[in-house]
């Protein structure tokens, strides 16, 4: 166990204390629920980048970095689904959720093949990451309605729409493995 795995396990402790918090009835659960997801977010880059910098990546933190990132980010947008109870607002968590789910198992589906790197992060891919990370930032910490969480949701809207552009690179980069198997 080193210090990039333990930042990612942390990012997965954080899970339930945000929602814990998120549900209190108090006027700073917003502002802190942001201020988790904000330091869950900051561990996601550390993580990678301590792992990188000090030779220290692991299969188990290869494993489980992705499915922390994606954790997250389902249980704030399922938490922000609730308390908007908007179809706007679940629209765009629905693609970014779905787009979660075809990437993922099209990644493995390609790691079974070898062909994993074809299907690689992208540079679209890290751009549309940090856009959801800052629109759930500002919409977990400010109340519907009010002109951040507006700015919010519009830049929610971009990173879905960076969502299905990256999901149509992916696609596009398997589609000689896929077209091949039909």
């Given at each position: ?38 330091c ?24 489980l970095?992705?499915v ?57 891919g ?18 519907p ?6 700015a ?31």
């Open positions: 166990m080193n210090i990039p795995n333990l930042l990612t396990l942390a990012r997965i402790a954080f899970i339930p204390l945000l929602v814990v918090i998120f549900y209190l009835p108090y006027s700073w659960s917003l502002p802190v629920s942001a201020l988790l997801f904000g869950a977010s900051v561990t996601d880059w550390l993580d990678g980048y301590l792992a990188r910098r000090w030779d220290q990546s692991t299969p188990f933190g290869a494993f970095d992705p922390a990132d994606k954790l997250m980010v389902a249980v704030a947008l399922a938490l922000l689904i609730e308390r908007y109870d908007a179809v706007w607002l679940t629209l765009p968590a629905l693609v970014i959720i779905g787009r979660e789910i075809v990437i993922s198992a099209l990644r493995e589906w390609m790691a079974e093949m070898g062909k994993r790197a074809s299907v690689g992060v992208s540079w679209t890290k751009f549309k990451t940090t856009m959801q990370m800052v629109a759930l930032l500002i919409l977990l910490g400010f109340a309605g009010t002109l951040p969480a507006i919010g949701v519009v830049v929610l809207y971009a990173a879905a729409l960076l969502t299905l552009w990256s999901m149509i690179q992916y696609l596009r980069a398997a589609w000689p493995h896929l077209s091949r198997s039909m």
